[in-house]
């Protein structure tokens, strides 16, 4: 097995593994490289829907979207489609998946099925480190906080692309969760800064200048470039990513008059998680 790390804060491309082998031991393999970089990559695996789904359910309870639906025969996969002619990207700004959830998703297994010649890659960012990084004053004042998660920012990403479709839940501005600022790592016991530019809304506690002041300087820490990697798409590679430990921006670089406008398809399947803690 080869590991090439993408940057020094997260993020490594792995090869000499099959995501076929869904044994334990294969398996075992594949989720200690995700906790160690928090994101892999793997290129040129050639996986059918099912087998995609087969080492997903490795992880646990394959998860069906709060608001997009799946494809026919497989409502667990989301497939992701840009337009030639679009503009907007599906998840082309900071977050963490579906963060408004109660149980908000436990990693993304993403497979890539057309890849525009340029453009279009995904960056991520550690939220270990942004933690650990973040300013101690601000630290001091969030640290046992909550704040409110909304799916308002999701009601955008239906409603901009044409080739998706939503399955008519139309309560966005209502469906809101709680979560700590700073959660555990279920497995790691590392602490984490769970708060992202789409879904969180407001600081509980704090009136909403402060909650907003201080938010923004959160989302600016986030984005830091050397708290984040980058990774280049080829068709049928593959991005898992802890989503409890990242947050990830798909850059939409590849629309007309920018990149000249192509198409971009990905296949996506998330795992359930737990209750941030
Ligand atoms: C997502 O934001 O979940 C998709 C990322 C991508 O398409 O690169």
Not at 34 to 55: G, N, P
Not at 170 to 176: F, G, I, L, R, S
Request: some cysteine.
């Amino acid at each position: 097995m080869e590991i090439k790390l993408l940057s020094g804060a997260l993020g490594a491309e792995i090869k000499g593994l099959d995501l076929k082998d869904t044994s334990n031991e294969n398996f075992k393999k594949i989720n200690d490289l995700l906790l160690e970089h928090k994101v892999i990559f793997f290129r040129d695996q050639i996986l059918s829907a099912e087998q995609h789904k087969a080492i997903a359910e490795k992880f646990g309870p394959l998860e069906t979207h709060a608001y997009v639906k799946g494809l026919e025969q497989h409502p667990e996969i989301v497939r992701i489609i840009k337009a030639e002619d679009e503009k907007n990207q599906w998840g082309e700004n900071w977050h963490s998946d579906v963060s408004y959830n109660a149980k908000p998703t436990k990693a993304v297994i993403l497979k890539s099925i057309k890849i525009p010649p340029v453009g279009g890659d995904t960056c991520f960012s550690n939220m270990e480190l942004a933690w650990e990084t973040l300013d101690e004053k601000i630290k001091e004042k969030i640290k046992d906080k909550k704040a409110i998660h909304s799916s308002l920012g999701a009601e955008f990403f239906i409603k901009n692309y044409k080739k998706m479709e939503g399955n008519n839940k139309k309560n966005y501005d209502e469906y809101a969760n709680e979560h700590p600022i700073v959660r555990t790592h279920p497995e790691t016991g590392k602490k984490i800064l769970y708060v992202n530019w789409t879904y969180t809304k407001k600081i509980i506690g704090f009136e909403k200048e402060e909650s907003d002041e201080i938010l923004n300087r959160i989302f600016e820490h986030q984005a830091r470039l050397d708290l984040t990697c980058r990774f280049n798409w080829t068709e049928n590679a593959i991005a898992i990513w802890d989503n409890r430990s990242v947050i990830h921006y798909a850059i939409a670089d590849f629309f007309p008059g920018r990149g000249l406008g192509y198409e971009r398809i990905m296949d996506r399947i998330a795992i359930e998680g737990d209750h941030p803690q």
